[in-house]
């Protein structure tokens, strides 16, 4: 049985301090009495890294054996069917705590990290990994977390349990996009919608499609997200548009990076011999930190593999422009 009462009590004794304290002690304390999140954090410090320039971007590559879980996932139906739902309450591991949020959601150590701090945040109810209607919890939960950068990945789109709603979160100042939006990209980046209430931007330093909301307000958020929602296309086997999802809350302000997509896994997945590359790109990747969970991927991998990547799993540039030209003419 998992420790679910524990998180009722965790949530009335500590309501002096903030969210954010809160979760990070959460934190301290999964590390100090369940082995599996100390052995994969402590290992994090031992993790190899290094940069590479991608279309003009720098990008960060992290070898972390720990994330074969998710990058060799199988997320076809019949296996989905055969396993256990991981995020499902009544399935947690003995040890696992968590803190109670909003209207439905429960925060959870992530025990196989990428960041130095990362969390999960699955929906109380098993339902399906959908974000058309969860756009609002997105915000709130980047809101209250203020100190953490909030990623979705669509159930065809790097998720690694697609059938149970759920959100990621990692400190900032971890993914480049995210670390140097401020003083870099933002001034880089070109304007096609500049509204009192929201500012969009294309990311075309990027080689692959990215746009940029920013708001004060949450409800032109959802407004102007819905748009972009329904000008994408549904793929036959998805059960929505393809897309990440990276979001923040700084000084006030709602920043929301949407990235469409057109692919899951890229051929380097599926290739034999020297030709493969367990890469299975989901938000983190698409926000600068290229996760390689084998060693002679991270040793092998260029800044042209990942370019060629990106391009094969984003949306077509003549697509994105049309995507930018319908949305500016809004």
């Not at 040890?95 to 990362?118: A, R, S, T």
């Not at 974000?131 to 669509?154: E, P, Q, S």
């Amino acid at each position: 049985m998992n420790q679910y009462p524990k998180n009722e009590e965790l949530s009335s004794c500590c309501q002096s301090d903030s969210l954010m304290d809160r979760v990070y002690n959460l934190l301290e304390r999964q590390i100090a009495v369940w082995e599996l999140p100390k052995r994969n954090y402590t290992s994090l410090d031992k993790v190899e890294t290094k940069t590479l320039k991608v279309g003009g971007v720098e990008m960060m590559v992290q070898f972390n054996p720990s994330r074969i879980v998710s990058s060799a996932a199988k997320v076809d139906a019949a296996s989905i069917k055969e396993r256990k739902c991981f995020l499902c309450k009544a399935h947690l591991p003995q040890e696992q705590e968590g803190i109670p949020f909003g209207d439905g959601y429960l925060i959870l150590v992530n025990p196989f990290p990428i960041f130095p701090k990362h969390f999960t945040i699955p929906a109380l109810e098993h339902t399906d990994q959908l974000i058309r209607t969860r756009l609002g919890d997105m915000l709130d939960v980047a809101k209250a977390l203020d100190g953490c950068v909030i990623f979705y990945n669509g159930p065809k789109c790097g998720a690694s349990a697609p059938d149970h709603m759920h959100f990621q979160a990692g400190n900032r100042g971890f993914l480049p996009l995210e670390k140097n939006w401020n003083s870099v990209y933002r001034e880089q980046a070109a304007v096609i919608v500049d509204r009192p209430e929201i500012k969009v931007s294309r990311l075309p330093y990027y080689s692959h499609a990215a746009l940029a909301l920013e708001s004060a307000d949450k409800e032109p958020m959802l407004q102007l997200f819905e748009k972009i929602y329904t000008l994408l296309a549904v793929p036959q086997d998805s059960p929505e548009p393809m897309l990440n999802l990276l979001c923040r809350f700084d000084d006030g302000l709602w920043t929301l990076w949407v990235f469409p997509r057109k692919l899951h896994r890229p051929r380097q997945y599926f290739a034999e011999g020297d030709d493969n590359l367990l890469i299975s790109p989901a938000s983190v990747d698409l926000g600068g930190v290229f996760i390689t969970p084998l060693q002679k991927d991270f040793e092998k991998i260029t800044s042209n593999d990942i370019e060629d990547i990106l391009r094969q799993i984003s949306m077509d540039a003549d697509e994105f422009d049309l995507l930018c030209s319908r949305l500016a003419a809004e």
